[in-house]
């Protein structure tokens, strides 16, 4: 779809972060986006604070991510990806869609993105991973027994109720792009614990989502250039301690 003008990401160079879903979505549409992260952390750090303070009609803003469309500044990733689905056509089609595709693509960010990310500051985000180590390894421990299974049996409840490869079945949208770069992260942050999940065969349905949102060529093409950023202090961490196999009979 061709857009009158350029969708402009705003957000931290230097990891995926939550700003990852949004380049997915501007990668798989195809349409042209700029990225602050094409910039030096310095002058991206930069940008980010000046567009926060609003202005033109835009209210201040909390933390990006932050896009600029047609004179709109907005924030929130979700919110992102619903103004940003709908223009480019992978909100759904059907009367409601928007809003189930809405729902589906939360779910994702709630439970595979920020459970995650509470797994290695589970007291507070102020303080460093070191200063909260062994909570943070109890919690992940109890996340991977408890929270880990009843997440991906959801996504394969839904997945087995359609009747195609998506979740809303043979209609590919953005919560398919969300709930891929959850997984994705999820497998960084917890290759022990995904893969033992992978093994079982219970959540077939969820990786093969996995595995085809990796492989749409747009996707493949973004996710082998230089403009994927890797893994490291953002919401995805790996953690040595926190990396176990789930163990129903300990805690």
Known sequence: MSLSSQFE??????VPG???????????SGDPYTDTAAYSMEECREIVAKSLE???GNPPYYAPPLLRHEGLLISQTSNILMYIGQ????????DGDA???????LTALD???????????PIAVELYYEDQKEESARRSREWIKNRLPKHLAYWQKVLRSRAGPWLLGNEFTYADIVLFQCLDGTQFAFPKAMGQARESGEYDLVFQLWEG?????????YLASERR???????????PDNDVLSDKNSV
């Open 213 to 221: 949102v990796k492989a749409r060529p747009n996707i493949a093409s």
């Open 9 to 14: 990401l705003i957000y931290y160079a230097g």
């Open 54 to 56: 609003g202005g033109d």
């Open 111 to 121: 439970g595979l993105s920020n459970e995650v990310h509470d797994c290695h500051h």
């Open 99 to 105: 809003w189930r595709v809405n729902a589906l693509a």
């Open 87 to 94: 223009k480019v056509g992978l909100a759904g089609s059907k």
């Open 229 to 239: 950023q890797k893994y490291d202090w953002g919401i995805y961490r790996y953690y």
């Open 18 to 28: 939550r700003g990852e879903h949004i380049r997915l979505l501007l990668e798989e």
